[in-house]
């Protein structure tokens, strides 16, 4: 592939066709080092070496009516996880309080469920406010599917962003769950939109999916104008219908990450759950196309430790964002 080229339209707001996009997906893993210098030079002119650190929450875990074949906390589960009512304020705040000790610009609290009644919305407002009057946060959270007036009580509040995935192509999605519609959550991220809300919506890579389902996801992405993508990489849980499911390489996960670095050259990237199950030690490597990771493990799974993330990320000769960075236009 033509690099400069590829870099010179990726900045100028072009992206790439589907079929470079193939091409990105297909590349023989020896020429990955240049495909991931090629995603730097598109990352470091909006976001310089800079890594936002960011901490998940999980507020209520399990007890979800939804059927989502990948999640540990669905209904149709098997897994042994912890499963509790919805947090109280007082631990979501000392779970911010946490998250800023770990170097975390940003805290996205988390409830299992098809969606929040207004009550939770009610709490979420209350616990947001608490935290911004404390702490030098962005608040991020992901309440299930939403409606535009509870996105826009959200936002007065003090939250930043809402994440909602889209998960994966919208042909693919009845393979993955049956509970709800991939248009249900483009419409949640519409919601999100229309409220004021920055938008966090990526999805997950390795559920069975083909590369074209991945194109289509990555081309969403770009369409639907998302401000911060988290790509997850599916880390197979025990007890779940993909417990069985071991498809990824770890050059196979840098090239999706490059692929959408080349189509989103403004938004976050976020490497995000599973990168260290399938990264492993080519996980820092991750740095050259996303801008953004997750410490401190993720809802029912381990994950790096701030402190190891800290060092991945300064031995690669990357900074942690501050807050006053991440607080800059």
Not at 21 to 40: I, K, M, S, T, W
Not at 68 to 78: A, G, K, L, R, V
Not at 142 to 153: F, H, T, Y
């Amino acid at each position: 592939m033509n690099w400069p080229d590829v870099i010179r339209r990726s900045l100028a707001g072009e992206g790439i066709s589907r079929d470079e996009g193939r091409q990105v997906l297909n590349l023989p893993d020896d020429q990955v080092p240049e495909l991931l210098q090629a995603a730097f030079e598109v990352r470091k002119v909006r976001f310089g070496k800079r890594v936002k650190v960011c901490v998940l929450q999980n507020a209520r875990s399990g007890l979800c009516p939804e059927d989502c074949h990948y999640c540990s906390q669905s209904s149709i589960s098997n897994a042994v996880i912890d499963k509790y009512p919805l947090m109280e304020a007082e631990l979501l705040v000392e779970g911010a309080r946490r998250a800023c000790a770990a170097g975390a610009t940003r805290y996205c609290m988390v409830t299992s469920g098809r969606g929040p009644t207004d009550e939770e919305i009610d709490h979420f407002c209350d616990v947001t406010r608490q935290i911004r009057q404390e702490l030098p946060l962005e608040i991020c959270v992901c309440l299930g599917i939403l409606s535009e007036a509870q996105a826009r009580r959200l936002k007065e509040a003090g939250v930043g962003w809402v994440n909602h995935n889209l998960n994966t192509s919208e042909r693919f999605y009845p393979e993955i769950c049956t509970t709800h519609s991939y248009r249900d959550r483009v419409e949640t991220v519409k919601n999100v939109r229309k409220a004021g809300l920055m938008t966090c919506s990526g999805g997950i890579i390795g559920m069975g999916e083909t590369d074209e389902d991945i194109l289509d996801l990555a081309f969403a992405c770009r369409k639907l104008g998302m401000d911060s993508i988290p790509v997850n990489f599916l880390h197979p849980i025990k007890g779940t219908p993909m417990e069985a499911y071991r498809f990824l390489t770890p050059m196979k996960c840098l090239k999706v990450l490059c692929l959408f670095r080349f189509l989103n050259p403004a938004s976050e990237i976020r490497a995000a759950g599973g990168r260290e199950v399938n990264l492993r030690s080519s996980q820092a490597l991750a740095l050259y196309a996303a801008n953004s990771i997750f410490v401190d493990g993720y809802l029912t799974t381990p994950g790096q430790q701030a402190q190891d993330a800290h060092r991945m990320i300064e031995e690669m000769g990357f900074e942690v964002e501050s807050a006053e960075a991440a607080a800059a236009p």
